[in-house]
């Protein structure tokens, strides 16, 4: 009953409060959001106002952060949870703005148990106490079909989160999955992605992939909503998941694109 009052008092709202023409309609044009048909572009801008609506979006110094540029974040943002629903992202509420790449602290043991501390440049950052961070230079380069976009690579660390408040690659799946064909297939992935990365070679995934399995899951994830035909043709079994896990089929979706792997990520932080 409880539910049912609170999708009442979110649809009232929505109602009252969509995003204007002028501001949705110039969003629509992005490359990531191609060939979506009428009925999910509606329900992607319903998503994307309650996104707007329910996030503290906070603009460091040095960027003033206008309507428009909230749209755009916000239809990239919510593009991953489009048929998962406004829950989805129900246990974070924050996004710090900052103009370009910023440095953020970085802490991490080795292999020996030794620890390191030191800074970082990164295009994005989803921190386990809460906020996710993000280069506005960096949104702007990522609705391009190009298999990387920063908004969703750290949305997706945001999902991995969900299953027990740390992103490992193995997020909460829907009922019906299976753990064992999610584990096999992004095991797989990840072995040989970081035998590349080991052996120096040409990959056409990005091989920031290959850091650990939190970050698999999140560049993948890119790949799946901007080039999932190179997915598709390298891992079909992780493609397979994708579709189950995000509820869409993107490579159907999409017509054919160019890649191009590009590295600019953190670490999710504890």
Known sequence: MLNYFRRKRRDHWLAQHPIDDALWLPATTMP???NLSVSELARLR???AWFLHTKSIQASAGIEFSDPMRVILAAQAVLPILNLGFEAYDDWQEIIIYPRPFYASHRHTDAIGVVHEGE??????ARGDG???FSWNDVMDGPHLDGWNVVIHELAHKLDMKNGGNANGYPALHAGMSEAAWQSAFTAAFADLSTKADAGEHSDIDLYAATNPAECFAVLSEVFFEAPQILQAHYPDV??????FYKQ?????LSPSPYRPISQYSEPSA
């Open 120 to 125: 970082q440049l990164l295009a994005g950052q």
């Open 239 to 244: 493609y397979t998941q994708m579709v189950l």
């Open 32 to 34: 990531v959001l191609k």
């Open 46 to 48: 319903e998503l994307a």
């Open 131 to 133: 906020p996710v961070l």
């Open 249 to 253: 089929d993107t490579a159907q979706r």
